[in-house]
């Protein structure tokens, strides 16, 4: 496990006495349950739900900040993958911070026209 | 008897596709894009409004006209006299304002990735089923399984629901304004269910992660359903996610009871026989 890895996973929310007793990590490296704290919430994500006409995160509450080997990452539900966050970004000491950082880059990796799921649409979309 | 033949599948070409699965590999770069709506969605304009009277149209003729209208540019659409029909308002997947004057049927608003919907009346079974983003608001009371399988979004009711609410729920907000039924938030994975009044029995049953909130009583929770410690950030939330759609509890948010999973259940190795005897 990498240092960047290690630093991130020291939270309350993972039952570390059953990781013990089972003798092996189950589960996230996140707080999967953590609710967002909209203090944090970045421009372009308050752009993006003003646009969908929402008044808070909507599904975006369920995307956080997680870990694809030794890299930050964020899970792509659309085509079930990883979408890795790039090193030249610097990631906050805190949670909540980290997870808006995900958010923003998913839903630019979403809408984009590179966002595999363009092709899937083409290829497959019956009318 | 007839025999398999191995040379129809290399017909096919099913040999020949290249599956790369997780190995594949897209390059691309946080500035290159800004939209905020998918790529190929349809540009609709919210300030643009039709209407449509479902009188004398089948599911699939409302479901085309929704689609049509989308198309041409319309953001806001009532559909009239919907008859509590069954799977309409399915497969949007684009920013929409849908409202509904009366109850639908089963499956209304499944699989859905965006809209904001208003049903003015009541809903069959499993109501957005499977959706991924979006409101869905429920004026009345709802049937079994409602919201089974949701992925993200908010799905509202403000009466009450029936049994297994929540059902294999992925993720996203679920929210009752009266009670809900038997094994609601059964098998739960993530997301968060709001019960403003009473649970029936087996909340939570198998629920592998995920969080639920409750106003009223419970009449039992489910295996490996445990009560958790409220917090600040909780409260919080529940507050303004209850104040966004009108909807009150009873006791104030603060005396809201909060249920999460005991992860007891989650292991499918060769440890698992030790495991269940924890659990059980």
């Known amino acids: 496990m990498s240092n960047t890895e290690e630093k991130f996973i020291e939270i309350d929310s993972l039952d570390k006495s059953h990781e013990e007793m089972t003798g092996q990590h189950i589960g996230y490296r996140y707080d999967v349950n953590l609710v967002p704290d909209l203090d944090f919430i970045t421009p372009f994500l308050q752009e993006y739900i003003e646009k969908m006409g929402w008044k808070d995160l909507n599904w975006l509450e369920d995307v956080h900040m997680g870990y694809e080997g030794d890299q930050a990452a964020v899970f792509d539900r659309n085509v079930n993958g990883w979408v890795t966050i790039p090193d030249t970004i610097e990631l906050p000491n805190n949670q909540q911070e980290r997870d808006m950082i995900a958010r923003e880059l998913l839903i630019k990796f979403q809408m984009s026209e590179n966002h595999p799921m363009v092709d899937l649409n083409a290829a497959y979309r019956k009318f | 008897m007839a025999t398999l033949k191995d040379t129809k599948s290399?017909?096919?070409?099913l040999h020949e596709e290249s599956l790369k699965g997780r190995t594949q590999q897209r390059f691309f770069s946080v500035d290159e894009s800004s939209n905020l709506t998918y790529f190929n969605s349809f540009e609709v304009d919210t300030d643009k409004t039709a209407t449509i009277d479902a009188l004398e149209m089948t599911p699939r003729e409302i479901n085309i006209a929704i689609r049509e209208l989308m198309e041409s540019g319309v953001g806001s659409i009532t559909v009239e006299n919907p008859m509590s029909r069954h799977g309409v308002g399915v497969g949007i997947l684009n920013r929409l304002n849908l409202t509904f004057t009366d109850s639908l049927g089963y499956f209304g608003c499944g699989l859905i990735d965006g809209p904001n919907v208003h049903i003015k009346g009541r809903v069959g079974w499993s109501c957005a089923e499977n959706m991924m983003a979006g409101t869905v608001l429920i004026e009345m009371n709802a049937g079994s399984t409602f919201g089974a399988a949701i992925r993200g979004g908010d799905l509202v009711c403000r009466g009450s629901v029936g049994a297994r609410t929540g059902i294999d729920q992925k993720g996203g907000t679920i929210i009752v304004g009266g009670n809900t039924?038997?094994?609601?938030?059964?098998?739960?994975?993530?997301?968060?269910?709001?019960?403003?009044?009473?649970?029936?029995?087996?909340?939570?049953?198998?629920?592998?992660?995920?969080?639920?909130?409750?106003?009223?009583?419970?009449?039992?929770?489910?295996?490996?359903?445990?009560?958790?410690?409220?917090?600040?950030?909780?409260?919080?939330?529940?507050?303004?996610?209850?104040?966004?759609?009108?909807?009150?509890?009873?006791?104030?948010?603060?005396?809201?009871?909060?249920?999460?999973?005991?992860?007891?259940?989650?292991?499918?190795?060769?440890l698992e026989p030790h495991e269940k005897k924890v659990a059980l």
Request: hydrophobic share 35%; with cysteine.
């Open chain 2, 181 to 270: 039924g038997a094994f609601s938030g059964f098998m739960m994975q993530r997301g968060r269910m709001i019960v403003c009044g009473d649970a029936g029995r087996n909340l939570g049953d198998s629920m592998y992660d995920g969080v639920i909130y409750v106003g009223g009583e419970v009449e039992e929770l489910g295996i490996d359903c445990v009560p958790g410690e409220m917090n600040e950030l909780d409260v919080r939330y529940l507050s303004s996610k209850l104040d966004l759609y009108g909807i009150k509890t009873p006791n104030g948010a603060e005396k809201m009871h909060k249920y999460v999973s005991g992860k007891m259940l989650w292991n499918y190795d060769k």
């Open chain 2, 10 to 13: 290399h017909d096919m070409g």
